[in-house]
């Protein structure tokens, strides 16, 4: 089984559905860490409640040196023999040094169907577009910001009277349903990042839209 380390900043609700997923002996990859960058994250709690090893890399001390903290997280992870990063909520932009030490290796989860969205407040601006289809997607870690291939995508519809926060919990149930299947397809090397930088190894359903 492949050794997952999942990194967060916050709540932690993906790690959860993730370490869950890969309490199934059959599911292919352990979670062998929880990594933030946050000392007060409350996914911490409940990861060591779950029994997994956790490390906080705090990256204040670091102040504006981005390689500097980066080069302590990557230390961390091959300190865990870790072979696939799962960022879950994990609040730092990387810079394309680290991003190409794990490219293929590295997924994201952003709450938005991109390319749509990339960035911040996905939720308030889907509505303030106007849109009827909002979404997730998990997808490999390119140095570009949220522009890495998808693995799996999820839709959800949009509603008249939906707020960021009712539209945000909605996609949240999606989350974590696609971010387990995402890691499994990947951990099992079912699908791959090439070196042209396109998905290969996708189910057929999946290559067609279908979810
Ligand atoms: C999730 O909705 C995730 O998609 C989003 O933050 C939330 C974390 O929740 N990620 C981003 O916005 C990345 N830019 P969680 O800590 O409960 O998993």
């Known amino acids: 089984r492949k050794r997952v380390?999942?990194?967060?900043?916050?709540?932690?609700?993906n790690m959860t559905?993730?370490?869950?997923?890969?309490?199934?002996?059959?599911?292919?990859?352990?979670?062998?860490?929880?990594?933030?960058?946050?000392?007060?994250?409350?996914?911490?709690?409940?990861?060591?409640?779950a029994g997994i090893a956790t490390a906080v890399v705090d990256h204040k001390p670091?102040?504006?040196?981005?390689e500097a903290f980066e080069r302590v997280l990557d230390e961390t992870l091959r300190a865990a023999d870790i072979d696939i990063v799962c960022l879950a909520g994990f609040m730092r932009v990387l810079t394309p040094w680290f991003v190409e030490r794990w490219t293929g290796r590295m997924l994201n989860i952003h709450p938005s169907?991109?390319?749509?969205?990339?960035?911040?407040d996905t939720h308030a601006r889907a509505l303030a577009e106007g849109v009827r289809l909002?979404?997730?997607?998990?997808?490999?870690?390119?140095p570009e910001l949220d522009a890495g291939p998808a693995v799996i995508q999820a839709a959800v519809p949009v509603m008249p009277d939906d707020t960021p926060e009712s539209l945000a919990a909605r996609v949240l149930?999606?989350?974590?349903r696609i971010y387990p299947a995402a890691l499994a397809l990947v951990a099992s090397?079912?699908?791959?990042?090439?070196?042209?930088?396109?998905?290969?190894?996708?189910?057929?359903?999946?290559?067609?839209?279908?979810?």
């Not at 149930?173 to 974590?176: G, N, R, S």
């Open 113 to 120: 169907l991109l390319p749509a969205f990339r960035g911040l």
């Open 62 to 66: 670091f102040g504006k040196d981005r």
């Open 173 to 176: 149930t999606q989350e974590h």
């Open 189 to 211: 090397g079912a699908v791959t990042l090439g070196a042209d930088g396109r998905i290969a190894g996708l189910p057929q359903a999946q290559a067609d839209g279908a979810v």
């Open 134 to 142: 909002h979404g997730c997607t998990v997808h490999f870690v390119v």
């Open 17 to 49: 559905a993730l370490i869950a997923a890969a309490a199934d002996p059959a599911f292919p990859a352990t979670i062998a860490l929880v990594v933030s960058n946050r000392p007060d994250a409350a996914g911490l709690a409940a990861a060591a409640e």
């Open 5 to 13: 380390a999942v990194l967060i900043s916050g709540r932690g609700s």
